[in-house]
């Protein structure tokens, strides 16, 4: 059975965010994925909680799991935008 290795780091830059996994890979992704993120201070983003599944901002409010960045996929609990 395939297990998800964990995170071992988070590093914000300017627009996306990269977290370092126990097997040696690195996934970066767009910050505008986490709308919390986005419009969070660099203070609040650096108070984050690793866990063996992904990564906790309790002031944020926010989870962000390894396996859906390894899924592509960002906050599922944000709103579509709607095509012009």
Same mark, same amino acid.
Do not use: F, K, M, N
């Given at each position: 059975m395939y297990t998800l290795p964990e995170p071992v780091s988070v590093r914000f830059h300017d627009d996306t965010m990269s977290v370092g996994?126990?097997?040696? =890979? *690195?996934? *970066?992704? $767009?910050? &505008?994925?986490? $709308? =919390?993120?986005?419009? &969070? *201070?660099?203070?609040q983003r650096q108070a984050f909680e690793l866990s063996p599944a992904g990564i906790h901002w309790n002031d944020l409010d926010e989870d962000v799991s390894v396996e859906g960045m390894l899924a592509g996929r960002g906050d599922l609990a944000r709103t579509p935008r709607q095509a012009a």
């Open positions: 996994l126990e097997d040696g =890979r *690195t996934i *970066t992704v $767009p910050i &505008a994925w986490y $709308p =919390r993120l986005s419009h &969070a *201070t660099d203070q």
